[in-house]
């Protein structure tokens, strides 16, 4: 007889998703506390496997990377990023990651690093003492206007409120497009597929609009789009009008939202552990002395990295990483069929006491002591493998600088009351928003504009 893994029993046809639907993270935390580091359930009419252990992970994202295939989370996301680096698979995707790798090379990363500094310290004197800022929305423009000007060498902070409005209805209405059912709700009539269609079609004229206008200057502007206009496969092939869109489309999404949200859980948890806050406005004050951050001191901003790391972890923007078996898949004595989903979640393997000795605590000291003998996949937010985010070193900087930028300047309250609660869409989000009153520390910050050099990135292992 085949063994098969524990079973969270649900309710017919709709499965778990009725619990599921109210807290997904944590409905898998306690899944997995209960049932171990596998449990099978079923999400309306899909098999789901969670798997929870760091060693079953890596063999799923690594090892046996080629046994899956993305889930249909992903492959149900082709109709707002097409054929992207996201939602492509196999041959097509290698080709792909190989035309956008370079954007992302080490000498490109120092060009981008001053342009961060320069946008955040830009964006911080918008601010004023006393100020009720919602930081969900400001860390969202933030880095749209990072993204904009890194990747397209674009200044949209004009329009930054504009696209911003229409990526965020896209992506609370893509959070439908992604549920179970969906193939059959998105056929219907409804005004929130039309609102959906409405801002895809705003966004893509957008980005037809800049391609249109590069290719008519046949301007090299040393951007990503630029490389991804003049990218040629071994074959000489280049790529059309609308693979450049799904590629920019889908590092335009991919590049902001997730940093956006870890900022923001950032400047919570700093918010709510004062003596944690001092060690990292004291390091920030001492490697800065006033000047504004570099590429040069990511080095030396250790604590600020771990106070990223330490966000990532107890909130972690890609909260679920989902693979589709295209085959029987054996995991320890059970076999997993074929077709099913599996789930790893970075939220779940995140707070596992086993890895991380009290795990509910924001403790960016814990990211200090390396060689510590935690498995490598029980800390995945950028997932691993083939499909690891390509824009990972990307974010580590970026999430460094920012944090560096604004604390020189701003520290921030939460608003008394305001309820604190996570929306887990496609990343996870603050439901009511974060609303925090913006406290000024330094009445003269610097002003001038960073200049960059060449010492190695460095990112936790
Ligand atoms: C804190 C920030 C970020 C987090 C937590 C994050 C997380 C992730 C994760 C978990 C994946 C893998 C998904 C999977 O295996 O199914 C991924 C893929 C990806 N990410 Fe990120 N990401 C971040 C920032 C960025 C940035 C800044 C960019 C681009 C500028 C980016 C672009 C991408 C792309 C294009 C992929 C697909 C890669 C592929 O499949 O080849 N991400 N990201």
Redesign the pocket.
């Known amino acids: 007889m085949v063994a098969r893994p524990p079973q969270r029993k649900g309710f017919p046809i709709v499965g778990v998703l009725p619990q599921f639907r109210k807290n997904p993270p944590v409905f898998l935390q306690t899944m997995a506390r209960e049932h171990g580091d596998i449990v099978h359930y079923r999400l309306g009419p899909q098999d789901v496997y969670l798997v929870s252990n760091p060693d079953w992970i890596k063999d799923i ?1 690594v090892t046996n990377q080629t046994n899956f295939t ?1 889930s249909r989370f ?1 492959e149900r996301a082709k109709v707002l990023l097409g054929e ?3 939602t492509s698979e196999g041959e097509f ?1 290698r080709r792909q ?1 190989r035309l ?1 790798q370079p954007a992302f090379h080490r000498d490109r990363l120092i060009g981008y690093a001053s342009a961060m500094v320069e946008t955040t310290a830009q964006t911080r004197e918008s601010w004023t003492g006393g100020a009720q800022l919602d930081m969900a929305r400001e860390m969202m423009r933030l880095t749209l206007g990072v ?1 904009a000007k890194t ?1 397209f060498s674009a200044d949209v902070a004009s329009d930054a409120d504009e696209i911003g409005n229409a990526l965020t209805q896209v992506m609370v209405l893509f959070d439908m497009v992604l549920m179970p059912f969906s193939e059959w709700i998105e056929k219907l009539p409804l005004p929130s597929i039309r609102r959906f269609e409405k801002a895809r079609d705003f966004l893509d004229k957008t980005i037809y609009g800049i391609i249109a206008e590069r290719r008519a200057s046949k301007e090299d502007k040393g951007d990503l789009l630029s490389m991804l206009l003049l990218a040629q496969d071994e074959d000489n092939s280049t790529m059309s009008d609308k693979q450049i869109r799904d590629e920019a489309l ?2 335009f999404l ?3 939202e ?2 956006a949200n ?1 900022l923001m859980w950032a400047w919570y948890l700093l918010s709510q552990n004062p003596s944690v806050a001092e060690k990292f406005y004291d390091e920030v004050d001492r490697v800065l002395e006033g000047r504004l951050p570099t590429f040069d001191d990511l080095p030396r901003l250790k604590f600020t990295e771990g106070v990223f790391a330490e966000s ?1 972890r107890l909130y ?3 909260w679920v ?2 693979r589709r078996a295209k085959a029987d898949y054996p995991i320890a004595q059970y076999t997993i069929p074929k077709k099913s989903i599996l789930m790893m979640s ?1 939220w779940v393997v995140h707070r596992d006491p086993r890895w991380f000795p009290e795990p509910e605590q924001f403790n960016p000291a814990r990211w200090a002591f390396q060689g510590d003998n935690r498995p490598k996949f029980s800390y ?4 691993g493998g ?7 070193r ?2 580590w900087m ?2 460094v600088l920012l944090l560096a930028t604004v604390a020189q300047a701003w520290r921030f309250k939460l608003v008394p009351g305001h309820p604190v609660a996570t929306a887990a869409l496609i990343t996870l989000r603050a439901k009511h928003g974060m609303k925090m009153v913006a406290e000024r520390r330094n009445s003269n910050p610097p002003a001038t504009s960073p200049s960059s050099s060449t010492q190695s990135l460095q990112v936790p292992a």
């Open positions: 994202l993305k992903l992207g680096l996201l995707h990651r956008v993204v990747l889908t590092l991919a590049g902001h997730t940093t870890a990532m972690p923007p890609a990483i989902g970075p995945i937010p950028f997932g083939m499909r690891v985010c390509i824009g990972e990307f974010a970026e999430g």
